[in-house]
């Protein structure tokens, strides 16, 4: 909004950026926040070497915020490690996903006849396009479901697994009778991803998520954004139905459009489930995982008898968000029953032993007033993926409610030529 002209003030009711989705330090923080009794021990080092998630998420490295950070130039405030593997849960044991051709021929997540069928529908997603039918081997891609294009490939059902939730990274198997195309689009898109760095197609900022809330709000202040934290929301003032300001400390900054999370206007929000998320300090990597510093792993539902996939990120002192020596690995799914804890045991069972470990359950909300008449565009609480594909989606959705036309990743991209040209390379 301020790169196209607005004007454009930023009021947070916390001291610190990102809001949900912040990085919590020094580590004293983060035990107050979870109403954790006396201070983390000796052994957990300094407090200041900690920047802890409580939202984990990694950015595709071919994706939507990757596009949005290099356009807008938020990359000159931040620098991003690769994360070294993504795994997936079957049987009890974690494998890799298979990344390249050749690890996908050397995978015991298959059988040999499998790997070959499997091989042969990796080269039609690298090739589909929609533009061409001759790439489309007879595929239609409004009309054929996903099923049927894992049978025309005779895919078993540990293959479709994988491939649905660890590649396509669905959190259910709705998408299995819904027409293929988007998912062969997030297939290529995890494929693409991965071809630019090769060990997995995550990408993940030093210092933690909380470093890109600061980016944004650095590339604001440069087309002349106010950011204002610490400041308590007192009231939006609504006349005639619409938004005209907002009250803080006695004072009113008026506005024509209002953005904002759920949690500062609930009456115009619905809830629409929960996410437990579960953040656990060790001094070891995760078992099976050649040691890596930093993975994901993905638990697809139907390996434990659920409706929604079980996630965990890991990542380490090697991202500076832990002391020497620690690792923090987040675990986080949507809630199914009245024991959300017992929910995430598969998982948890794959970290032991944990130091300590800090438990979330929150609510998540949508928002029921789409801001036409009101001019209040509310966002979408986080939801349990694990990375920004979704949140980006939000985020052009405001765009679009806001400004009538849809999110434009070229014109954005003129803009900027615009406004910093050949000056802003001195």
């Known amino acids: 909004m301020s790169v196209k002209g607005k004007k454009v003030l930023h009021m947070d009711r916390n001291s610190y950026y990102g809001a949900e989705s912040a990085s919590i330090t020094p580590l004293e923080d983060l035990y107050k926040r979870f109403s954790i009794p006396g201070s983390p021990p000796e052994s957990m080092g300094k407090g200041r070497d900690w920047n802890v998630d409580l939202i984990p998420k990694f950015l595709m490295a071919n994706g939507q915020l990757v596009r949005m950070l290099l356009i807008t130039q938020v990359t000159r405030y931040l620098d991003f490690k690769v994360i070294e593997g993504s795994f997936v849960y079957k049987k009890g044991s974690i494998y890799k996903v298979p990344s390249t051709e050749a690890e996908a021929l050397a995978s015991s997540l298959m059988g040999l006849f499998e790997k070959r069928r499997f091989r042969k529908f990796l080269v039609f997603v690298a090739n589909f396009d929609e533009s061409d039918p001759k790439t489309m081997e007879g595929v239609d891609p409004a009309k054929m479901t996903m099923r049927d294009v894992y049978k025309k490939f005779d895919l078993g059902q540990d293959v479709i697994d994988f491939t649905g939730h660890s590649l396509a990274l669905y959190r259910t198997d709705d998408y299995l009778d819904q027409p293929c195309l988007d998912t062969i689009n997030r297939i290529k898109l995890y494929s693409e991803s991965l071809a630019r760095y090769g060990k997995s197609p995550y990408l993940y900022p030093l210092y933690g998520l909380g470093e890109l809330p600061q980016g944004f709000a650095r590339l604001s202040a440069i087309y002349g954004g106010t950011y204002m934290l610490n400041k308590p929301i007192e009231e939006i003032v609504m006349e005639n139905g619409r938004v005209v300001g907002v009250k803080s400390e006695g004072e009113i900054a008026r506005c024509k459009q209002l953005i904002c999370d759920p949690s500062y206007i609930m009456d115009k929000v619905s809830k629409v489930g929960q996410v437990i998320r579960v953040i656990c300090i060790m001094n070891h990597p995760i078992k099976n995982t050649s040691d890596a510093n930093s ?124 406004i910093f040209g050949d000056a802003g390379d001195q």
Do not use: W
């Open 295 to 418: 993975c994901q792993i993905i638990i697809p539902q139907n390996q434990v008898n659920r409706k929604h996939d079980i996630y965990v990120c890991m990542i380490s002192y090697a991202h500076n968000v832990a002391a020497q020596g620690k690792y923090v690995a987040i675990v986080s799914t949507t809630v199914e029953t009245g024991d959300p804890e017992k929910e995430i045991k598969p998982a948890l069972d794959l970290l032991e032993p944990v130091e300590q470990k800090f438990v979330s359950i929150s609510d998540q909300y949508k928002p029921t007033d789409m801001g036409a008449e009101s001019q209040v565009f509310i966002s979408r609480t986080y939801d349990a993926t694990t990375h920004f594909e979704t949140t980006c989606d939000d985020i052009k959705d405001i765009y679009k409610r806001m400004t009538g036309t849809e999110f434009d990743f070229a014109e954005m991209e003129r803009k900027k030529n615009d």
